[in-house]
């Protein structure tokens, strides 16, 4: 949390004991921030910890005016005046998750203070660090709650910031049993009798009861009529038991006339299923699985003129225009159904949510689907196909009210101009 205020220099030093890290997620996705002028630029979970890496940076005055710089006073003497921003990290900060389903308290932040507040100059840079307890495994998206705007103060909340916490594998050997009376002594499995008489008998092998079955499954449709159409349904395990960074993508065909598929599953975890169809625009989607089957339809749209999808998949930070990483695969994706499809032209639309002044948020929407613009003409398509217009705010999918819904209105559509 931030003041503005006029005073001095803060020293900070980074410390603190390192535990075991199972997962790291850098440079997290994040759906909203209170205050732009930090950021997460890592979180990593110990078996203990939620370790969240952040980054203040003050704001440089604007003005020509050097700082410090020094007044007259009354008296006849001179007062040096400096501007700085004030930080610290409340000590009651909050890590919620589900929509405040389940809260985990702050265990202690570094390079910041806590009750007290230290001073930042102008263009200053700090890094600091806060330990919460650890989020359960399975919760893959929390808010960071740590406190109320008022009085000048500038609270440090982030909601919807995305991390890599796949759920426990079952580990039944591990949990603690619960008391049983004594196990009667286990009859010995009759002999076979011997096939010949110098032949020993040999023991019954008992039978190992067979695992459930767990599969993905689901239809293939057009999205227009919703008509079953035949599809290639692409997988890949992102995380789970003993995943390796490169783990091979394997596919199945959905089945005419039904449009049905099923993916049987041999090991649980995170799913990566993409599904592509002659003729339509392809979708992806994350999908977990742990004991029982996820059933997922997929409605595809048709390549034709008028047609209009979202672009789910295209992220970009907070407030920036410069695309991330986790949106090149659905980009690259676009760049295939475009070159599949020579004589295409589109229309790419940017829109944003309701928060900021209007005209920066227009500006910023057209930004954004100029960076998308350059990826795919970096990648070949000729830039005279692709159109561009940032509507800002003003075309909301939704009322633009709650946290929830504003993520939904920060989006890019294309629209087919010409096929």
């Known amino acids: 949390m931030k003041i503005r205020l006029f005073t001095l220099l803060l020293l900070l030093t980074v410390s603190g004991l390192r535990a075991q890290v199972q997962y790291t997620t850098e440079n997290p996705r994040v759906d909203d921030v209170n205050d732009t002028d930090v950021i ?26 050097s700082w410090p710089f020094s007044i007259p006073m009354p008296n006849g003497g001179q007062r040096q005046l400096e501007s700085t921003n004030n930080i610290g990290f409340q000590p009651n900060s909050r890590l919620y998750v589900n929509q405040g389903e389940k809260s985990y308290k702050l265990i202690r932040a570094e390079n910041i203070p806590g009750e007290t507040r230290r001073r930042v100059r102008p263009g200053e840079r700090v890094d600091f660090v806060a330990y919460f307890e650890r989020i359960e495994p399975g919760y893959t ?30 580990t039944y050997s591990q949990r603690t049993p619960k008391a049983t009376p004594p196990a009667q002594p286990k009859l010995q499995p009759k002999p076979v009798p011997p096939t010949t008489p110098n032949e020993a008998p040999k023991p019954v092998e008992p039978t190992k009861p067979q695992e459930t079955a767990v599969a993905i499954k689901g239809i293939t449709r057009d999205a227009k009529t919703k008509q ?31 449009g049905k598929y099923q993916i049987t599953i041999d090991r649980r975890g995170v799913y990566a299923v993409t599904v592509s169809a002659k003729g339509y625009f392809g979708q992806s989607d994350t ?40 949106s090149f695969p659905e ?65 909301p999918i939704n009322t633009n009210k709650s ?15 010409k096929v």
């Not at 939620?50 to 604007?62: D, G, H, L, N, V």
């Not at 500038?154 to 991390?163: K, L, P, R, S």
């Not at 295939?336 to 500006?363: S, Y």
């Not at 946290?403 to 101009?417: D, F, G, S, T």
């Open 141 to 170: 998206t929390f808010d960071l709650f740590e406190c109320k705007d008022s009085r000048g103060y500038i609270c440090f909340n982030f909601w919807g910031v995305h991390i890599i916490n796949p759920r426990k594998k079952d």
């Open 331 to 395: 980009l690259d994706r676009l760049v295939g159904v475009m070159k599949t499809n020579p004589t295409m032209q589109i229309r790419l639309e940017g829109h944003t949510d309701i928060v900021g002044e209007f005209d920066k948020n227009v500006e910023l929407s057209r930004n954004r689907v100029n960076e998308v613009k350059r990826y795919l003409v970096d990648k070949g398509i000729g830039a005279g196909r692709i159109e561009t217009v940032g509507y800002g705010p003003s075309r």
């Open 228 to 258: 079953p159409i035949e599809a290639t349904i692409t997988y890949r395990l992102l995380s789970g038991a003993e995943v390796s960074s490169d783990e091979p993508a394997d596919s199945v065909r959905s089945a005419g006339p039904t």
């Open 40 to 65: 997460i630029q890592r979180v990593e979970l110990t078996a203990q910890y939620t370790i969240i890496y952040m980054r203040f940076e003050a704001p440089k005055q604007s003005s020509g005016r």
């Open 403 to 417: 946290l929830k819904e504003r993520p939904e209105n920060r989006r890019v559509e294309l629209v087919i101009v």
């Open 287 to 326: 999908l977990a699985t742990n004991r029982i089957d996820v059933t997922r339809d997929f409605d595809l749209v048709p390549i034709e003129a008028g047609a209009k999808i979202t672009l789910r998949n295209i992220y970009f930070n907070v407030t920036k225009y410069d695309l991330k990483p986790e």
